[in-house]
């Protein structure tokens, strides 16, 4: 019977690590990601504009390495919709 235990308890505990171990790259990797990228930049603009300002235009995105920093963008050619519309993946 303690035997038994025992197997069930050591067996969770190598099931939990090695559920871990197959998730530790998220905690490595970027999350701002496809759609993401989006509702952040309209979100950082409705903050800061309120709803006047509510749209992506202006917004770029610059990548360093694993991390994606939304700015505000003054060269309409360096914009989120400029590049996905360079990219034909939106229509404007």
């Known amino acids: 019977m303690v035997k038994i235990k025992l197997i069930k ?4 505990i190598i099931l939990l690590v090695f559920a871990i171990f197959l998730r530790s790259g998220t905690f490595f990797t970027s ?3 496809d759609d993401q990228v989006y509702y952040h ?3 950082m603009k409705l ?3 309120g709803f ?7 917004v770029g ?9 939304l700015i505000i963008e003054s060269n309409p050619k360096k914009t ?6 360079k990219k034909r993946l939106i229509l404007l």
Do not use: P
């Open 47 to 49: 903050d800061r504009e």
């Open 80 to 85: 989120i919709l400029a590049i996905q519309k």
């Open 61 to 69: 995105l610059v990548d360093k390495g694993d991390v994606r920093s």
């Open 31 to 33: 999350h701002n990601s």
């Open 41 to 43: 930049a309209a979100a």
């Open 52 to 58: 006047k300002g509510y749209n992506l235009q202006n």
């Open 9 to 12: 308890h050591l067996s969770f």
